[in-house]
Nanobody
């Protein structure tokens, strides 16, 4: 089970930190988002070796990290833009792949319920 938290409303340029708590060991995970009327898109992922991948739209603004002792993955979001408004979902694969973590949603088997992020001007 994956449970996201940390969403909320913030002004453009502000920051939020999302958390994804797992009920069991979480060695790798991904963050995805979906805005109204748009397809789900990948945001970031972290592998079991702490390698990370980012979507171009969030590169240099978002940082994914994990605390294995807490079975929690985080998404630090800085310099938020209006286009970042969406429901953010945490996801985990059945098995953590070796190497660069994937941003392909099809590779993830377990999903949280999501947390809303709203960025206003």
């Amino acid at each position: 089970q994956l449970v996201e938290s940390g969403g909320g409303s913030v002004q453009a340029g502000g920051s939020l930190r999302l958390s994804c708590a797992a009920s069991s060991s979480l060695r790798c995970a991904g963050w995805f988002r979906q805005a109204p009327g748009k397809q789900r898109e990948a945001v970031a992922s972290i592998g079991r070796g702490d390698a990370t991948s980012y979507a171009d739209s969030v590169q240099e603004r978002f940082t994914i990290s994990k605390d294995s002792s807490k079975n929690t993955v985080y998404l630090q979001m800085n310099n938020l833009e209006l286009e970042d408004s969406a429901i953010y979902f945490c996801a985990a694969p059945r098995l953590c792949p070796v190497g660069t973590p994937t941003l392909e949603a099809e590779r993830y088997a377990f999903w949280g319920q999501g947390t809303q992020v709203t960025v206003s001007s």
